[in-house]
T-cell receptor, first 110, second 114 residues
Framework: DAKTTQPPSMDCAEGRAANLPCNHSTISGNEYVYWYRQIHSQGPQYIIHGLKNNETNEMASLIITEDRKSSTLILPHATLRDTAVYYCIVSLFGNEKLTFGTGTRLTIIP | SAVISQKPSRDICQRGTSLTIQCQVDSQVTMMFWYRQQPGQSLTLIATANQGSEATYESGFVIDKFPISRPNLTFSTLTVSNMSPEDSSIYLC???????????FGSGTRLTVV
């Protein structure tokens, strides 16, 4: 799997948009970008994934650059419950193991 | 999403003993994945379990230490054998979730070896 680079920590004010960057400069053409988060003492939770188009679901938006070397996860209106470690992972689609990096610890400030 | 029931949620075990962790999924899945998360660390894949065949282990993990069973398409167990304090970690199982294309994780088993 390609490696990803994320900032170790970020803060965001409650109610504001949280923008979490991820660099994946060695991503191959058939690898997807996945985002997961892990709230303290819980298992990781799937957020969103994409190949090359921007994606949006009820949790977040994923913006992937045209060259696919980086992406940004956007939580549009952060709440205190969004405080978690966010993992950006690149992987092939379907029954593939995930290689977790160190992630970004996002803290939402009241 | 797929629903995973993982048991036990936590346990405190004596060194030298073994613990078997169970993972039950509410739908049939081809592959199940077992991860370890050491204190303050990220997740590391232990092995991939396919029904009807031997599990595939990642570098640094061996079958004698972490035997895995996969008797059917909805169930798997991971045993942590001959435990030492270094085995104190959270152990998680995971399956692909076709509903959203990502993976669903169990809530984890927090193991403390004393």
């Amino acid at each position: 799997d390609a490696k990803t680079t994320q900032p170790p920590s970020m803060d965001c004010a409650e109610g504001r948009a949280a923008n979490l960057p991820c660099n994946h400069s060695t991503i191959s053409g058939n690898e997807y970008v996945y985002w997961y988060r892990q709230i303290h003492s819980q298992g990781p939770q799937y957020i969103i994934h994409g190949l090359k188009n921007n994606e949006t679901n009820e949790m977040a938006s994923l913006i992937i650059t045209e060259d696919r070397k980086s992406s940004t996860l956007i939580l549009p209106h952060a709440t205190l419950r969004d405080t978690a470690v966010y993992y950006c992972i690149v992987s092939l689609f379907g029954n593939e193991k995930l290689t977790f990096g160190t992630g970004t610890r996002l803290t939402i400030i009241p | 999403s797929a629903v995973i029931s993982q048991k036990p949620s936590r346990d405190i075990c004596q060194r030298g003993t073994s613990l078997t962790i169970q993972c039950q999924v509410d739908s049939q899945v081809t592959m199940m994945f077992w991860y370890r998360q050491q204190p303050g660390q990220s997740l590391t894949l232990i092995a991939t379990a396919n029904q009807g065949s031997e599990a595939t282990y990642e570098s640094g993990f061996v079958i004698d230490k972490f035997p895995i069973s996969r008797p059917n398409l909805t169930f798997s167990t991971l045993t942590v054998s001959n435990m030492s304090p270094e085995d104190s970690s959270i152990y998680l199982c995971s399956v692909e979730d076709l509903r959203h294309g990502g993976y669903t994780f169990g809530s984890g088993t927090r193991l403390t070896v004393v």
